[in-house]
């Protein structure tokens, strides 16, 4: 596609239940990275997949938060048992390769846990 | 651990008027990008600089890299209500990491 897509863009779960966030990378884009964003926050790195290699999931606050990326492209991460202090908004990025240039965003998903 | 400061937090201003904000580091970083985000978007990118001393200008933005690629400044002429947003610093190494932000509010 044109841009980096994630759905849903809004999503509110009640607290113990799991969710499921969603990315599309622009087309041949081979880095793919969460963040979250938190209110009055920066971007907090969640996990970089580049090509074939192991993710970095240096990020990852918890062991209920897990990510995958299925044939180079599509990725979801998951957060298990959700807690009140996962709400955030989750943005996903991709890049051609290393992240030099910069990176182009989707509008994000706004996790409410309640 | 690298940490991005950014200041300053908040700014709101009146139409017409110029201002800067400004991004630090005690780390070097390979480049440096800035990013603006609006409510209910993704950052969106600005401009990338990368050697020391760099200079960009976009329209009534400038964009200046330090010296010794630790810092950044954005001034921006003639502030417009279009300018209201989060602007957001990033230093790249193996991976980007971002300030705060600097949340610009002009007012018309």
């Known amino acids: 596609g044109a841009g980096v897509s994630q759905s849903p863009s809004n999503k509110v779960t009640e607290k113990g239940k799991d969710v499921e966030l969603r990315c599309d990378p622009i087309s041949g884009h081979t880095a793919l990275y969460w963040y979250r964003q938190s209110l009055g926050q920066g971007l907090e790195f969640l996990i970089y997949?580049?090509?074939?290699?192991?993710?970095?999931k240096s990020g990852l606050p918890s062991d209920r938060f897990s990510a995958e990326r299925t044939g180079g492209s599509v990725s979801t991460l998951t957060i298990q048992r959700t807690q009140q202090e996962d709400s955030a908004v989750y943005l996903c990025?991709?890049?051609?390769?290393?992240?030099?240039?910069?990176?182009?965003f989707g509008s994000g998903t706004r996790l409410t846990v309640v | 651990t690298q940490l991005l400061e950014q200041s300053p937090q908040f700014l709101s201003i009146q139409e017409g008027e110029n201002l800067t904000v400004y991004c630090n580091s005690s780390?070097?970083?390979?480049?440096l990008q800035w990013y603006r985000q609006e409510p209910g978007e993704g950052p969106v990118l600005l401009v990338t600089v990368v050697t020391g001393g760099e200079v960009k200008k976009l329209k009534r933005l400038t964009f200046q890299f330090g010296d010794a690629r630790k810092d950044s400044s954005l001034h921006i002429t003639a502030a417009q209500p279009g300018d209201t947003g989060l602007y957001l610093c990033a230093g790249a190494g193996d991976k980007i990491i971002f300030g705060k932000g600097t949340r610009l509010h002009i007012l018309p």
């Open positions: 780390s070097v970083f390979s480049s």
């Open positions: 997949f580049q090509g074939n290699s192991a993710p970095d």
């Open positions: 990025a991709s890049s051609v390769g290393h992240p030099l240039g910069g990176y182009t």
